[in-house]
């Protein structure tokens, strides 16, 4: 288990996202997030002696090749997905000694060129998808659906959640859908069915750019530029492969919960010191999700604990605070370390738009993906 605050986030960048990003690869996105990340966090390559590196799809050798291309003589390899878990884990690397100094990168372009089909990360090829369509919108529209009838929760009490987000990014310069609001729920509403009870607004965009962390101790922190962000405690768990086991209720409700209780378990946080509370907006729904799996409310109550403006920005739990993957962008996997970038600079008091006002404390997680982090 992490030791609260022996491992500090001293290096947060993303690259510049949009839709399409002509002239760019995976690799070349992925390796601007570095450098950025690298400049942010005052240090050099030559500082760094481990690597959690996913550019594009290449989750078989992307950090050994990025390693090798990086002219990085050995190094520590992560093997968490790049975002929460991958902090926790490297967390964890720098406190036991397997290495001083992580970057965890990851970038997306020329990925998704079909643009009449859903992303290709969301229909794999098996006998579920192909035949019976079973994509992500579908899978996850299946347990939001279930929730919806057995707690008697409304299509606009779940549309709410999207309005905020959307306009979240509506305000934030650097979203891909900058200026495109104020959305209502309404207006929620009134965009196309996708999956029941999912609208287009309901859901995730795809994009392309990238994004990378840097991590190391916090001792060797205190000669560097930033402000500290600490890893406090960080865990993650899952309930078995997607889109190949029926994506019930019963089995996807409660993912996370026990990641979430072991983080707050070793930071020595409870529910209520979180200040900024960055969750995967992959669907509108999954924000009730995770404050019900996380113990915030008890379960069915989730759609009434986010009512009323609790989870706008200056609310008592302002969520997805850069407009998320509904509106800031989607990039494959780099999403992920998305939502840390922002809880950084949340804590650091730097975000682009829609800061919190004192914000000291966050919790990110990304389905069953938790980590808490503390600024300094």
């Not at 209502?184 to 965009?191: F, K, N, Q």
């Not at 986010?306 to 997805?320: C, L, N, T």
Request: with cysteine; charged share 20%.
């Amino acid at each position: 288990m992490i030791t609260p605050g022996t491992a500090t986030i001293v290096g947060a960048f993303n690259t510049k996202q949009a839709r399409v990003l002509p002239g760019e690869t995976s690799s070349s996105i992925t390796l601007k997030a570095i450098q950025g990340a690298l400049a942010d966090a005052g240090l050099e390559l030559s500082d760094v002696d481990g690597l959690n590196v996913l550019p594009g799809l290449d989750y078989r050798n992307g950090s050994n090749a990025f390693g090798y291309a990086l002219g990085i003589p050995t190094f520590w390899i992560g093997t968490a997905a790049p975002g929460p878990a991958s902090v926790a884990e490297a967390a964890l690397a720098i406190e036991s000694g397997m290495c001083s100094t992580v970057v965890i990168a990851s970038g997306q372009a020329q990925v998704h060129t079909d643009k009449d089909s859903v992303a290709p990360w969301t229909r794999p090829e098996n006998e579920f998808v192909e035949c019976w369509g079973l994509m992500t919108p579908a899978e996850f529209a299946l347990s939001a659906r279930e929730y919806m009838h057995r707690f008697s929760v409304t299509q606009e009490q779940i549309s709410y959640v999207a309005s905020v987000i959307r306009n979240n990014g509506h305000r934030n310069p650097e979203a891909v859908y900058h200026g495109r609001g104020p959305f209502t729920t309404e207006d929620i509403l009134a965009s196309r069915m996708i999956a029941d009870p999912y609208h287009l607004l309901d859901c995730c965009t795809t994009g392309e750019g990238g994004s990378a962390l840097v991590l190391t101790s916090a001792e060797r922190a205190r000669d560097l530029p930033n402000r500290d962000v600490r890893v406090l405690g960080g865990a993650w768990d899952s309930w078995g492969p997607s889109y190949t086991h029926p994506p019930t209720y019963d089995r996807t409700a409660m993912w996370g919960r026990k990641a979430a209780d072991a983080a707050f378990a070793r930071s020595g946080l409870g529910r209520a010191d979180i200040d900024v509370y960055e969750f995967y907006d992959n669907f509108s729904w999954e924000i009730i999700r995770y404050f019900e799996a996380f113990r915030y409310c008890e379960v069915g109550e989730g759609a009434d604990l986010v009512a009323d403006g609790a989870i706008e920005v200056g609310g008592k739990y302002p969520v997805v605070t850069d407009g998320g993957t509904m509106s800031h962008s989607h990039t494959g996997e780099s999403q992920r370390i998305q939502r840390v970038v922002q809880a950084v600079r949340q804590l650091r008091g730097t975000s682009a738009a829609n800061q919190v006002a004192g914000a000291e404390t966050a919790i990110v997680a990304q389905i069953g993906d938790v980590v808490l982090l503390g600024a300094v």
